[in-house]
């Protein structure tokens, strides 16, 4: 397991080893343009590959392509969720998931790539005008409680979402690069 695994499981120095390795992808980047990026890049890493090559995994017991732009997909709806949790409310608590029984229950290794491409091309738009409508000042201080990390803010969330997008973006670049 590597540091930028979170098992829901994990304890909260798993979770703070996650967080400062996530962070440490997005390094000084601007979050914001790693996150409108983020769904053209992922589809341009997938193009032209065929479904044997964006179903191979990775290595055994590792996730492929296709899994990857589930989980990226997922990740968004899961992200969006919880924006609108701590914009509407006041200190919310926000539910970890486990990604790996995502990817095992929810049929990643067969994952449509096209369908899932859509799914993050829709929902980022929506999510990034969704904080773009906040004062900055507002996305420093809602803040929800992540049931494996402790208090998040949406800034904070924001920094995170980019570091997850980079992390993945390379995992793409690392297994198109191998097949």
Do not use: C
């Not at 701590?86 to 998931?97: Q, S």
């Not at 803040?143 to 208090?151: I, S, V």
């Amino acid at each position: 397991m590597s540091e930028l695994t979170n098992p829901a499981s994990g304890s909260k120095e798993t979770a703070e080893a996650y967080i400062a390795a996530i962070l440490a992808a997005l390094g000084d980047r601007d979050p914001w343009d790693v996150l409108r990026a983020t769904p053209a890049v992922v589809r341009e890493l997938v193009a032209g590959l065929d479904r044997a090559a964006l179903t191979r995994p990775e290595a055994p017991g590792k996730w492929s392509m296709a899994a990857v732009v589930q989980h990226l997909a997922d990740t968004e709806l899961v992200w969006g969720w919880r924006l609108r949790m701590i914009i509407a409310h006041d200190r919310p608590e926000l539910t970890g998931f486990d990604q790996d029984l995502w990817a095992d229950r929810l049929g990643y290794a067969e994952a449509d790539v096209e369908a899932a491409l859509d799914q993050l091309g829709t929902l980022r738009p929506g999510n990034l005008r969704l904080l773009r409508r906040l004062p900055a000042s507002e996305r420093e201080v809602r803040a929800g409680f992540h049931a494996e990390r402790g208090e998040e803010t949406l800034a904070h969330m924001i920094r995170l979402q980019a570091g997850h997008d980079l992390a993945h973006r390379r995992q793409l670049e690392r297994i198109r690069g191998g097949a």
